[in-house]
């Protein structure tokens, strides 16, 4: 743990709230932790952990060594003109923000000549809340090593991280793992409500999707083999396995779930073009 290092949220919703969640006591000292959240009614559960807070960017920013914004894409240019008063040159800027690109962010917190380019754009998923997350990172030119294994750190402290290169490979991440938590809410949902018609209960039906869930993808990351492999060692010609599966490929199932990613990555590309304004 860095007692030296200071962090700022700007934003303190349920994302802000799992990485400082993840990172108290483990990374930096609550005390260290300074939020900035417009709902002053929230403050009181950040104070309790021993965290600061503000309604508004204030001076506690300067002190800061790294800024994590985490505040919707909408609101992302008036907060950021707001808080740069406080940008100091060893200001390591993270923004969790979906839709806004980096190149877009760099110029509000610099200028269109001199965009600031010590930016991390991070792209984490819901299972962070659980200390599960799936987070991709892309940097901006001016990002070194050390900042780059700092950004590793924190938000490694909820789960996985996977640095790609750009904001173009994050419309991807964006589509896969950002949006991918949903596409396996509906399967699971999907797998109960099935289960349900043939007869079992719903806690039957819900502990078995879950269960056979966590345990694949266990088995998926733990094996030397790929998951092609691991399904046909499941699947014996003519039984259960091949018949359900027959369904799937008669459906095109590969192709349905290759056409959801690619509107998932063309909105995302929408959403930068409407929140870059």
Not at 157 to 179: I, Q
Not at 236 to 264: I, P, Y
């Amino acid at each position: 743990m860095e007692n030296q290092l200071s962090i700022a949220f700007i934003g303190g919703g349920n994302m802000a709230a799992a990485l400082a969640s993840g990172l108290a006591g483990k990374v930096c000292p609550a005390g260290n932790i300074h939020v900035v959240d417009i709902n002053a009614d929230a403050h009181a559960a950040w104070q309790a952990r021993g965290m600061t807070t503000a309604t508004a960017p204030d001076a506690a920013l300067a002190r800061a060594r790294v800024w994590i914004f985490a505040v919707k894409p909408q609101n992302m240019r008036e907060v950021v003109a707001a808080a740069r008063p406080w940008l100091r040159d060893d200001t390591l800027v993270i923004s969790v923000a979906a839709g806004l690109r980096a190149d877009t962010l760099a110029q509000w917190l610099g200028s269109a000549e001199a965009p600031w380019q010590r930016l991390v754009r991070c792209m984490p998923n819901t299972p962070a809340l659980v200390g599960a997350g799936m987070t991709g990172l892309a940097a901006l030119a001016g990002v070194d090593a050390a900042d780059r294994e700092l950004a590793t750190r924190l938000l490694g402290s909820v789960g996985e991280v996977v640095w790609v290169a750009d904001d173009a490979a994050l419309d991807a991440v964006t589509a896969l793992s950002g949006s991918g938590p949903a596409y396996v809410f509906l399967f699971l949902e999907s797998l109960i409500e099935a289960g349900l018609k043939l007869g079992l209960s719903a806690e039957q039906a819900r502990q078995l999707a879950l269960g056979t869930f966590a345990g694949a993808t266990r088995l998926a990351a733990e094996s030397e083999d790929g998951p092609g492999v691991l399904r046909e060692r499941v699947t014996s010609k003519g039984g259960t396995t091949a018949a359900a599966l027959a369904v799937f490929e008669q459906a095109d199932f590969r192709g349905l779930v290759a056409r959801a990613l690619d509107a998932a990555a063309a909105r995302s590309r929408e959403l930068a073009q409407e929140f870059g304004k």
